[in-house]
DNA sequence: GCCTGTGAACGTATTCACAGCC
DNA sequence: GGCTGTGAATACGTTCACAGGC
């Protein structure tokens, strides 16, 4: 290990090496953990040890050192960590610590929604600008946010400079969307429409089905009720009248 | 260490403990098949073998098969998968077979988008009842659901049958509001608040943070940037100027 | 022939446990 | 004493590859 402590380096943004160094599962912890730590925060809390820290957010002290030590040197030993750095730190790692630019595609019911959701502020986004292919909406201004007609998306993207983009529209023609999305400089897409695509290479695109978590809480619901009553299905028996 | 199980010829190691017996992802990847099933039975396709499935929803033959396994024996071999059976049998290992009644905590953009959002209805979920705190909001219709008051919960989900929730409240006394609902018969538990709550036992809980993922998307597209232009450090450096 | 279901091999993520430090 | 960071060990999920069946 390197002895060096306190390197004033600039440290930009630092990442790992390329590109899979680190698990997309620690991502996602990361996530939580500076959640936890900005409400530690702005309790006045100035340090905490990865027991406290990883009791709050429900993983393993364990873990929760190994997630950090993925991205390098975090905690003071004895003192435990820095709350208000290692929020910041997470947040340099994520990018988030600069607030970006986002897209949105289709003004609907969930559109509009997404477009008066605080979180996204909060943490570091802006949906700065919508589109639709709907004359009704085109022109129209849903929370402070013009609506754009989806023909244009090319020049209004890179105006604005987005980055990210959401898409919350029909389904009917989303493949093109994406491509055509994907080659306006737009470098990850958050998917509500239940509709697979997929995105050219460089693109990050991220699924998010509603309906598919419920359907796996009803799975988790109903394999515990019907556990405690009935065996349910045996592995190795027909799962179903198979009708050959 | 300590549990093991004898997965040896005999496979009736199911009903021994209730829920693990099967992990999340593969659940989480049942709903993608179940999805991409139905719309092949829609088009009419009668069979399909495991290599163009698992090509449809971008995973692996193997994969696709482990975890069809889990549940028992799908396959007609050498026919394939039958498209509708199949889909019914999923949707009956979920427990999705028949609809269900489902309540909305929270009648606020986002609560209002959920009411209106079709995928719910199309995947066996009925939002049958709404609950809010607001005066304005108590008494009124909703996309044809009533809104009750949070006060009369334990009553009005009895009538209503309900044993899934949804939350999209205000963060303030969501734990609180937890727990009464799971006192009301109420089994599982999908959280769009974001913040922490856990659950009693026996009920179920999962977190939906929707900015989250945009945090995801965010850190792989930096890192894909940065990776191009610097090698970034290595680990084991300090993250970040630690002020010690 | 090609198919499914499945033991066995593999890779990855998590946990354990301890060295080094305060 | 308690803490972090980390090699080693374990648990888990995925892939391989083949037996058995159509």
Redesign the interface.
Known sequence: ??T??????D?T???????K?VS?QT??R???YR??LEELDRDGVENIHSHDLAG???VTPAQLRRD???????G?ISRGY?VY?MS??IS?????DET?S?ALFGVG??G???L??R??E????HIAVAFDVDGEKVGRVFAGRRCYHVDHLETVLREFDV??A?LASRPEGLQALVDRVCGSGV????NFV?K?V?APG?C?L?E??????????????????T??HT??????????????
């Open positions: 290990m390197s060096s402590e306190q390197t004033g380096t440290a943004t630092q990442q790992k090496r390329p590109a160094r997309l991502v996602e990361l996530s939580v959640k936890v709050l957010v429900g950090l030590a993925s991205f390098g040197t975090f003071n820095n750095q910041r730190t340099r790692i994520m990018g988030t970006q986002v019911d969930l509009r929604a997404l008066s959701y979180g996204f909060e943490r570091g986004f980055r990210m959401i470098q990850a897409i958050l239940p697979r997929s460089g990050h991220e998010t089905d509603i309906a598919s978590k419920l359907e796996m809480l009803s799975f988790l619901a109903h394999t515990d009720a556990a405690a065996a349910s299905l045996e592995p190795g028996e027909p799962a179903e009248g198979m009708t050959a």
